[in-house]
T-cell receptor
Framework: QQPVQSPQAVILREGEDAVINCSSS?????VHWYRQKHGEAPVFLMI?????EQKGHDKISASFNEKKQQSSLYLTASQLSYSGTYFC????????????FGKGNQVVVIP | DSGVTQTPKHLITATGQRVTLRCSPR?????VYWYQQSLDQGLQFLIQ???????AKGNILERFSAQQFPDLHSELNLSSLELGDSALYFC????????????????FGAGSRLTVL
């Protein structure tokens, strides 16, 4: 039930864009995105509900394709503060209320 | 400060020992989750409680147990510890159960780092 995140790691320069993906084999009710900086706790970024919605957090936006059971996180004009590990958490219709997290996408933004 | 309090922050113990990790959820949150984070495994869901009752179980070993008390704080008990149990253990809380309305947005504590020697 653990979602699959790709790519495992991304290195980009300040100002560049990147896309990271999260996919599940289960029918999803919602997708959460969290960011964890080194040595800190994961922090909630946004939640996407069924219906193919998109959301944004600063210049970080995300989409949720319910039919494909996929979500993508878009890092636009990346800043140094975007560095960290991004986790998607998925809630499936038969997941018994649990939020299953993927292994994370490590993002490193360099000057 | 996220509002979720975990103690202790660091714990070093020997194999075969037993430890208890404690978590106080954010004020008003009824649901508590425990996750284990190892280097290459991401966030592994262990167990979830809602208002004192166990509601979901993940990859939690039989050597591990947890409970949520009437005041909503939770404890994770790890026994017969092995080297492989060394990890960062996170507690998270949310207002209610899953529902898609944002009610289950998780607020994480700072974690308890367990080192088993």
């Amino acid at each position: 039930q653990q979602p699959v995140q790709s790519p495992q790691a991304v290195i980009l320069r300040e100002g560049e864009d990147a896309v990271i993906n999260c996919s599940s084999s289960k029918a999803l009710y919602s997708v959460h995105w969290y960011r964890q900086k080194h040595g800190e706790a994961p922090v909630f970024l946004m939640i996407l509900l069924k219906g193919g919605e998109q959301k944004g957090h600063d210049k970080i936006s995300a989409s949720f394709n319910e039919k494909k059971q996929q979500s993508s996180l878009y890092l636009t004009a990346s800043q140094l503060s975007y560095s960290g590990t991004y986790f998607c958490g998925t809630e499936s219709y038969y997941g018994n209320n649990r939020l299953a997290f993927g292994k994370g996408n490590q993002v490193v933004v360099i000057p | 400060d996220s509002g979720v309090t975990q103690t202790p922050k660091h714990l070093i113990t020997a194999t075969g020992q037993r430890v208890t990790l404690r978590c106080s959820p954010r004020s008003g949150d009824l649901s508590v989750y425990w996750y284990q984070q190892s280097l290459d495994q991401g966030l592994q869901f262990l167990i979830q409680y809602y208002n004192g009752e166990e509601r979901a179980k993940g990859n939690i070993l039989e050597r591990f147990s947890a409970q949520q008390f009437p005041d909503l704080h939770s404890e994770l008990n790890l026994s017969s510890l092995e080297l492989g149990d060394s990890a960062l253990y996170f507690c998270a809380s949310s207002p209610r159960l899953a529902g898609g309305s944002g009610a289950n947005v998780l607020t994480f504590g700072a974690g308890s780092r367990l080192t088993v020697l």
